[in-house]
């Protein structure tokens, strides 16, 4: 095989440029193999030198089935790239095997590829690659033994690739059309209201304090006595703690009833809802 048949088999392998193949070539003495570490030895430096920006685009892929979802946030530079062939098979790949370790992202990013190179030093050839920061941001696996899972995308990108997911957990016996559909509109419904926990005792205390951080500052400048101040205050964080639990929110379909209204209405006993997942590329 001569030289220039070499650099193409090695362009074809690794994606890199005609140059750097080139130059990979003549270092390794003409062995394809030890050009590709080379290559990769050299992405790294590459890569490094982009992970300083910032990388706010991307996607999130969902995988798995009723039983056990999981959920995985890969972020980017450009919304170009976020459609790029190579980055949404990485991502896919990446998807399947984040279920399969229950995101556990340090045990995932040692995890061989089907290539059989792992998935930290597969990104970092993937940086090098596109020319951009690529990072894997939050993740989640929702599996409960007596639940089951239902899940909704948004803005999809490619198949189980989108800008917003979520996975939302019922426990029930009734396996039901009834409970599917509610299973499908309640994803739906926590997409579009995004709430903050399930119910108002489960905010997280530092938001509620921030929130009343604010209502107690903006009070303080409207020059309203202290004891109707305080009754304004109270309101706004009851209203604010309503309107951010997904069982008293005002269900999307029907504004008029709350979501543990719809519930009520279902007649199914044992019916509840077991947690949530909320997931937007950006936020």
């Not at 001569?2 to 005609?18: C, H, N």
């Not at 009734?174 to 489960?202: C, R, Y």
């Not at 009343?212 to 009851?238: D, F, R």
């Amino acid at each position: 095989m001569s030289d220039i048949e070499k650099v193409k088999k090695l362009r074809d392998a690794t994606g890199a440029g005609f140059k750097d193949c080139n130059l990979a070539i003549k270092e390794s003495g003409g062995d394809l193999d030890k050009a590709v570490e080379i290559l990769r030895v050299k992405g790294i430096s590459k890569a490094s030198k982009k992970m300083s920006r910032d990388a706010k685009e991307g996607v999130v892929a969902i995988s798995g089935d009723e039983k056990k979802t999981s959920v995985i946030e890969v972020n980017c530079e450009t919304d170009f790239v976020a459609k790029n062939d190579n980055f949404i098979n990485f991502v896919k790949e990446l998807s399947e095997l984040n279920n399969q370790n229950d995101s556990n992202v340090e045990k995932l990013k040692k995890i061989k590829m089907k290539n059989d190179i792992s998935v930290e030093e597969n990104l970092v050839t993937l940086i090098a690659k596109i020319g951009e920061k690529i990072t894997i941001g939050k993740t989640k696996t929702i599996s409960n033994s007596s639940t089951v899972n239902y899940q909704y995308l948004h803005t999809v990108v490619k198949d189980n690739l989108a800008k917003l997911a979520v996975i939302v957990s019922l426990e029930t016996k009734d396996n039901s059309d009834t409970v599917k559909t509610f299973g499908k509109q309640l994803s739906m419904h926590i997409a579009a209201s995004n709430p903050l926990a399930l119910e108002s005792s489960l905010i997280d205390k530092a938001i509620i304090d921030k929130e009343q951080e604010l209502v107690t500052e903006e009070l303080k400048n409207s020059g309203k006595p202290e004891e109707i101040a305080k009754k304004i205050s109270l309101g706004k964080m009851n209203k604010f703690k309503e309107e951010n639990a997904l069982l008293t929110q005002a269900w999307v379909m029907e504004p008029k009833k709350k979501v543990q209204d719809i519930v009520e209405e279902l007649s199914i006993a044992d019916l509840k809802i077991k947690e949530f997942y909320r997931i937007k590329i950006g936020e």
